[in-house]
Structure formats: C-alpha cells, structure tokens
C-alpha cells in the first residue's frame, strides 16, 4: 500500500515558493519603510531613527504577525468545518458565520461603541454563533445535505449584509471607517491584536489536539464514529464551537478575512496533504502564508495608503477563483446530495384564473396605496389632494418599483425552472454583483451617466456574468447544482470588486452604495418608463414558450427524449434572465431575494405550470416591491428605508421559514 506522507514533493514546492515571496515581500517592504537607513540599519547593528523604530515595532511587526495569526486560525477553522460536515465546500463564508459576526460588531458599534471596543469579541462571538445556529438548524432539517447546506449558508450571510448595508445607510458619518474594517483591514498601531488573537488560537489549538481522534472519525460519517465511541453529541458541537470561535475571533480582530478558511484545506490538500493529522497543520501554514503574501503585496503596491485598502477583500478577488477552481475539481457526488433542495408538495390549482386575478387584484390595490396614500408633517395622507408636485414625485417610483418587481418575478421563475431547484435565483447566480460592477464601469465612464448609460452598464455587467456561468457551467454539461456553486462563486469574487470601490472611498461611492440599498428615491420616470418596457417584454416573450418551463424540470433526459433542444433553451433562458434581471436591480439593488421568493408565492398558490407560475410570480414580484417601497416611504417618515432592504427582510424570513418548515 502506497504511504501518505505528510508533505509531496508538490507541497515542499509550494512551501518553498510561498517562503521566498513573503521573504521577497518582507525585505522589500522593510525598505520602503526605512527610507534613511535601509536594510543595513535593520541588521546591521545600527540604532534606527526614532520614527523608523516606532513604524517597525507599533505598525509594520504588528500587522506581519496579525496576518500570520489571522491566516492561520482561518485555516484551522476551515479544516474543521469541511471534516466535521464532510463537504468541501464548508467555510465560514459559506456557513454565515462571517457575515453574522460582522453584522454582531457594526451593530455594537452603533448602539455600545463603548462596549464593542473593550469587548469586541461578545459581539462577534454571539453574531457568529446566531447565524450558524440558524443555518445548522435549517439544514438539520434536510439530513445534512451539502447543497442545501452551502445555499442555505448563502442565503442568510446576504440577508445579514443587507441589515449591515441599511445601518452603513443610515450612519453615513461612520461609513468609510465600517466599510474598510468590515472587509478586513490588516492596518495595526500596537500589539492588542496579536495578544488578543495568540491566547484563543492557542486555547483552540490544544481542544483540537484533544479531540483529534474524534474529529478524524467524524470524517467517515455519524454511523462509523457513533460505532467506534465518538458521542456525537459531545464532540460534533465542541468542535463546530471552535471553528465558529476562531472565525468570529478573526473577525472581531480584523475584520472579515473572505475565503481563507475555505481555500486554506484544499491548497494543504494540493501540497500533498490527505490525512487529518497533515492538514491540521498544513492548512494553518497555508492560511498564513496566503494571508501574510496577499496582505505584504497590498503595502508593496499601495505605498502609503495601503492602510485604506481592505485586505480582506483582495483576498475574496484570489479566493472566488480558486472555489471555481475546486468545483471543476471535485466529483459530482461531492455537490449533489440529495439533488434537490426543496420540492413542491401543494395541489395543483383547480382554477389557476382566478388566482392570478386575485394577484391581479392584490397588484392594483397596492399600487393604488402607493400611490394616493403617504405622510406628511401632520401624518398620513389620501387620496389625490396631496397636490401635483407630490404625484409627479410619487409615480415614477412607483412605476419603477413595480415594473422592477415584475421583471424580477420573471427572472426568478426562469431559473429555478431551469435548475428545478426552488433555491436559484438570479441574485445567488451572481448576476447582481455583475450589475453592481457593470453600474461602476458606468459611473467610471461619466459621473453624470443617463439613464441609457447605467442601462447599458448593468445589462452589460449581468450578461458578462452569464456569459462566464455558460462557459463554466458547460464543461460540465450544465450540471444545476455545479453551476449554482460557481453563482455563488462568481458573486464573493464580484462583492470583493464592489466592496473595494467602496471601501478607497470614492466620491462616487456613496452613490453606488444607495443603489445597492434599493432605494427608488432617484427614480425618473425615464428610468420607470425603460425598466417596465424590458419587464413587460420579457414576461410576453416567455409567455408562447412556456412550454419549455414544464419540461426542463422533468431532467435533462425527459426533456431531450421530448424534442427539447436543451442547450438553446439553456442559453436563450440565461440571456432573457440576465437583460431582465440587469434592468431590475438598477432599480432595487443587486440582493432583493423577490426573484427567490416569487416563484416558490406561485407555487404555494398551486401555480404549477410553467405560463401560470410566470404570471403570478411577475405579478407577486410587482406587488412585493411596490409595498416594499411604499412602506418604506412611510414608516419612518422623513427617513426612507429603500425598497430592496425591506424586500430582502420579507423575502429572507419568509425563505427561512420554508425551509424550515420543509
């Protein structure tokens, strides 16, 4: 039998590679650092210049330290998750961990400034453990299926971005500060955070040395480790504990570090590492030399200004990748689990006419109150009395909110009939974070873009990432599940681009950062008038083909066997998802979860076949938004609360708990 060794010949390669780029890194950095000196005052017995000793000892040791530490107890923790669920994909980015500790910090930062900063780990400790309670308790429901795990872990980490995006919103005098802590920044002036990190990596550490054995056998699956001693539910909960501790850790430390804890296991994997033992120690080393290198180039490229560029979203710019590098990697079986997240188990409707006019109904009586019932200085007004001024300003929102909501609802049901698959939407897809991207192009191009322009720019942004999902997606036949994973990938590695826009606080930013809210304030009635023609066309365009949407769930055999020409059908859904889905989410943001939660509306009413379910969802989606951007405007009046923030609260509860009910 063939041995495994510790480390390959390929590991001691990348080990060696890795040490002499941070080695290269390091000595180039402590140059530029040591303008009078150099690298003869560091080692060759001189006495340093007062201010060159205090930038080495309180800044740049500091942070070379914060990122190993950093970078290791990521690695540690991604070991742990993808052992103990047994999914590769397991990470604190795809578990919600991150994304809960985050939302934990800013709202302590906001409400107990005081508090947070003595204590920032309570914060973060609760707000990582929430999330992963929630998540773990969702996904128990489907027997641990690693899909739904993974898509389940996604869902909530951008509901809970999208509550830390509305407090960014409504604090805007805290908003450079959040946002470049937030997405990891490395910038150190004392020692707090290596004494703070050092203690509780060490402390975790020893726990898992206790409990190797038992994590090792975890491994081979509840049924092996419960016949071999391990109790359940002593070990799996204590060890899940320490992967979720040291993520919060490192976020209440530095920030969200994106996509270590997930890359660190494979890359000790490439270098040769497959047993435990090897990669309890491998991906810690990996963790920290990917860190430590992606971090000394940051200050290597930005010389003096690399304290307002967030490391941790390079990191997701070098982590996405490599996550859709792993999934042309890994087998099939690795993904599927059980094949389908959710199923549909309601009765079909006996009179789909009559639903649809109630959603009809529905539609115009929310439309209605948008539009003749708002706030005033002395509370709430009606009826068509509120003068000219006040109309012209209300219909173009409205228009736009619903003519955004339809398209959404349309683009929704495309793709999850394409997938079969009741958890697709075009905003796990990635195609929001296209048109975010595509929006900054444009905003880049000309400051004062057009409506034509920003038109242009997110159309662009979401067929750009279609275009890559086809080319990704087809080398393996368009296997659903593959091509949701890379969605997801596709959209970390297109936040990492937006969230370093924001975070080099660019004048414009703030503007990007209001549309991503969802706010309809800037509406024209341009905008309204282009955004519901594409709607409007798209729902007419899929209306004599919905044929296709009846069959595409049935699988891909059934529906060949049919005369379905899969590919073109594939193609043509993608493309019409993505123009439709660009021209919403210029409107309502990138993350509104209307495309998620339509549909599966639709078909708890019973809505089953493919031209009704469109319909209703079109219609669902309209109503939803429309009532978002209503209530928006009236219940904190004068403040807003924008529509596709409110719309990701109704659309992750009520996700939640269908999942959980399920």
């Known amino acids: 039998?063939?041995?495994?060794?510790?480390?390959?010949?390929?590991?001691?390669?990348?080990?060696?590679?890795?040490?002499?780029?941070?080695?290269?890194?390091?000595?180039?950095?402590?140059?530029?650092?040591?303008?009078?000196?150099?690298?003869?005052?560091?080692?060759?017995?001189?006495?340093?210049?007062?201010?060159?000793?205090?930038?080495?000892?309180?800044?740049?040791?500091p942070r070379l330290l914060t990122a190993l530490l950093a970078g290791a107890a990521l690695g540690l923790a991604g070991v742990i998750f993808q052992q103990v669920l047994q999914n590769p994909l397991a990470a604190s980015e795809t578990l919600g961990v991150s994304a809960g500790a985050h939302l934990a910090l800013t709202l302590g930062l906001l409400l107990a400034p005081t508090l947070q900063s003595v204590h920032p780990e309570f914060f973060a400790v609760a707000g990582a453990f929430s999330a992963w309670g929630l998540i773990a308790l969702i996904a128990r429901r489907y027997r641990g299926d690693p899909l739904t795990l993974i898509l389940t872990g996604f869902v909530v980490s951008f509901a809970l971005g999208a509550v830390s995006s509305l407090l960014m919103l409504l604090n805007q005098e805290y908003l450079t500060s959040l946002f470049i802590w937030g997405a990891g920044s490395l910038a150190q002036d004392d020692w707090s955070s290596v004494g703070f990190l050092v203690p509780r990596l060490a402390a975790c550490i020893l726990i898992v040395a206790l409990l190797s054995r038992a994590l090792l056998l975890l491994g081979f699956g509840d049924d092996a480790a419960r016949g071999l001693g391990v109790s359940l539910k002593f070990a799996r909960p204590l060890l899940l504990g320490v992967a979720v501790f040291l993520s919060a850790s490192v976020v209440a430390s530095v920030g969200v570090i994106a996509f270590i804890s997930l890359a660190a296991p494979h890359l000790a994997r490439l270098a040769g590492a497959e047993r435990l033992s090897s990669r309890l120690i491998g991906a810690p080393i990996a963790g920290a030399l990917l860190v430590l290198v992606i971090d000394q180039a940051i200050q290597l490229a930005t010389p003096g200004q690399s304290a307002l560029l967030p490391t941790g979203a390079v990191t997701a710019l070098i982590g996405a990748p490599i996550m859709i590098w792993l999934l042309s990697r890994l087998p099939a079986i690795a993904l599927e689990g059980s094949g389908r997240v959710a199923s549909v188990t309601s009765a079909v409707s006996a009179r789909p006419m009559q639903a649809l006019m109630v959603?009809?109904?529905?539609?115009?009586?929310?439309?209605?109150?948008?539009?003749?019932?708002?706030?005033?200085?002395?509370?709430?007004?009606?009826?068509?009395?509120?003068?000219?001024g006040a109309m012209e300003w209300r219909l173009p929102r409205v228009i736009a909110a619903a003519a955004a909501g339809l398209g959404i609802g349309v683009a929704g049901t495309l793709v999850q009939r394409l997938f079969a698959n009741q958890m697709a939407s075009p905003e796990i897809l990635g195609v929001g974070g296209g048109v975010a991207v595509g929006l900054i192009v444009s905003l880049l191009l000309s400051s004062t873009a057009g409506v034509g322009l920003q038109l242009l720019g997110a159309i662009g942004g979401a067929l750009t990432v279609m275009a890559l999902l086809m080319v990704l997606g087809g080398r393996r036949g368009f296997q659903a599940e593959r091509l949701l994973l890379i969605g997801i990938a596709v959209t970390a590695l297109l936040d990492g681009v937006v969230l370093l826009f924001l975070a080099l606080g660019d004048p414009r930013s703030s503007q990007v950062l209001a549309w991503m809210g969802g706010s309809t304030y800037r509406a024209t009635m341009e905008l309204a008038l282009a955004v519901a023609v594409i709607s409007i066309a798209s729902l007419v365009a899929v209306l004599p083909f919905s044929r296709w949407l009846d069959i595409l769930p049935l699988g891909d055999e059934a529906a060949r066997g049919l005369g379905l020409p899969i590919r073109a059908v594939r193609f043509t859904i993608l493309i019409v998802s993505a123009i439709v889905t660009g021209a919403a989410a210029l409107v309502i943001g990138p993350m509104s979860f209307v495309g998620l939660l339509a549909p599966h509306v639709a078909n708890l009413a019973g809505l089953r076949r493919g031209r009704h379910q469109v319909i209703a969802a079109a219609l669902i989606g309209s109503a939803l938004v429309a009532f978002s951007d209503w209530v928006g405007r009236i219940i904190f009046a004068p403040t807003e609360l924008p529509a596709g923030i409110l719309a990701v609260f109704i659309g992750a509860s009520t996700v939640a708990v269908f999942l959980f009910r399920r």
């Open 1 to 61: 039998m063939r041995s495994d060794p510790s480390i390959s010949r390929t590991g001691f390669v990348l080990l060696g590679a890795g040490t002499v780029l941070v080695a290269a890194f390091v000595l180039l950095n402590l140059d530029r650092l040591l303008p009078t000196t150099g690298l003869s005052g560091l080692f060759g017995g001189e006495a340093l210049p007062l201010t060159d000793g205090l930038i080495l000892n309180y800044a740049y040791w």
């Open 359 to 388: 959603a009809a109904l529905v539609l115009v009586a929310v439309l209605g109150a948008a539009l003749l019932v708002g706030r005033g200085p002395e509370g709430l007004t009606f009826g068509f009395d509120v003068g000219a």
